[in-house]
Nanobody, 124 residues
Framework: QVQVIESGGGLVQAGKSLRLSCAVS????????MGWFRQAPGKEREFVAS????????NYSDTVKGRFTISRDRSTGAAFLQMNNLRLEDTGVYYC?????????????????WGRGTQVTVSS
């Protein structure tokens, strides 16, 4: 069974930064794309960022482009999300996921393994 565990969430003021980490229990993620999604209270889960199996391709939602950076460490299977200049609307539970594909996909149904999420709260 593959476990995906997010960490690094917390309470932060608007304009500040946070770095999320994603650990995968088995190196099944090495040849797969990985992604980050988030869900705000009362809203549906939405795509945030994704990265291809070798890190060569990344995708971002328009709302985070230029502020967030996704990266990965293929030697450990880990993924990261550097979030800068955080805004109130970035508040939510952030989920890391391992894709079924090698590409940097954006659709949730292309991901097969999900973590339980880490809470990010941005205050004014």
């Amino acid at each position: 069974q593959v476990q995906v565990i997010e960490s690094g969430g917390g309470l932060v003021q608007a304009g500040k930064s946070l770095r999320l980490s994603c650990a995968v229990s088995k190196r099944t993620s090495t040849n797969n794309g990985m992604g980050w999604f988030r869900q705000a209270p009362g809203k549906e889960r939405e795509f945030v960022a994704s990265i291809s199996w070798n890190g060569g391709t990344t995708n971002y939602s328009d709302t985070v482009k230029g502020r967030f950076t996704i990266s990965r460490d293929r030697s450990t299977g880990a993924a990261f999300l550097q979030m800068n200049n955080l805004r109130l609307e970035d508040t939510g539970v952030y989920y890391c996921a391992v894709s079924r594909l090698a590409a940097a996909t954006t659709a949730g149904n292309t991901y097969q393994y999900w973590g339980r999420g880490t809470q990010v709260t941005v205050s004014s």
